[in-house]
């Protein structure tokens, strides 16, 4: 799986959007990006993926680039409770049962 | 809640103690994994289960660490002889088992501290 490259940490003031970006450049045409976040003393939880398209949900955009390169989560209206580490990790969509290989993440802080 | 569970939720154990695990994963997922955190980094693969067969380990599941999933639904990972090293976040994660790729998901973690 390709290597992603993030920013050790950001601030968002809470209300604002918080842009979170990622660096895959190494990313091949079968690589999907996923994006998962941890809270303070609590397992991973799912965010979003996407292979090409911008993706939405209830919890947050994933705009891609066009080459593919990099991505930006954005958490369109945050709050203090999106205070987390926000990991982008890239994962072949034949991958099967391979495991998530999880880097060091962003530490987003939301500020009231 | 529906989701995976995990218990203990913390464990504190002297050096040289024994010390075991238990996920619950979601129901009728077949794909269970176990990953390792230590502070300030993301979590690191150790085994992975297709129903009750152990199907690929990591390098970090030395010797003193196994896992069981006897009968496809829970399991369990035992540390024997605990070492201060072991001291870290253990994770349990599931999958349907369907498809290719599948979506994760976590469990809250078992936080072992080794005196």
């Known amino acids: 799986d390709a290597k992603t490259t993030q920013p050790t940490s950001m601030d968002c003031a809470e209300g604002r959007a918080a842009n979170l970006p990622c660096n895959h450049s190494t990313i091949s045409g079968n690589e999907y990006v996923y994006w998962y976040r941890q809270i303070h003393s609590q397992g991973p939880q799912y965010i979003i993926h996407?292979?090409?398209n911008n993706e939405t949900n209830e919890m947050a955009s994933l705009i891609i680039t066009e080459d593919r390169k990099s991505s930006t989560l954005i958490l369109p209206h945050a709050t203090l409770r999106d205070t987390a580490v926000y990991y982008c990790?890239?994962?072949?969509?034949?991958?099967?049962?391979?495991?998530?290989?999880f880097g060091k993440g962003t530490r987003l802080s939301v500020i009231a | 809640d529906t989701g995976v569970s995990q218990n203990p939720r913390h464990k504190i154990t002297k050096r040289g103690q024994n010390v075991t695990f238990r996920c619950d994963p979601i129901?009728?997922?077949?794909?269970l994994y176990w990953y390792r955190q230590t502070l300030g980094q993301g979590p690191e693969f150790l085994t992975y289960?297709?129903?009750?067969?152990?199907?690929?380990k990591s390098r970090l599941l030395s010797d003193r660490f196994s896992a069981e999933r006897p009968k496809g639904s829970f399991s369990t990972l035992e540390i024997q002889r605990t070492e201060q090293g072991d001291s870290a976040m253990y994770l349990c994660a599931s999958t349907p088992g369907q498809e290719k790729a599948e979506t994760q998901y976590f469990g809250p973690g078992t936080r072992l501290l080794v005196l």
């Open positions: 129901s009728e997922h077949n794909r």
């Open positions: 996407g292979l090409k």
């Open positions: 289960f297709q129903n009750e067969a152990q199907l690929e």
């Open positions: 990790i890239v994962r072949a969509t034949n991958s099967g049962n391979t495991p998530l290989v």
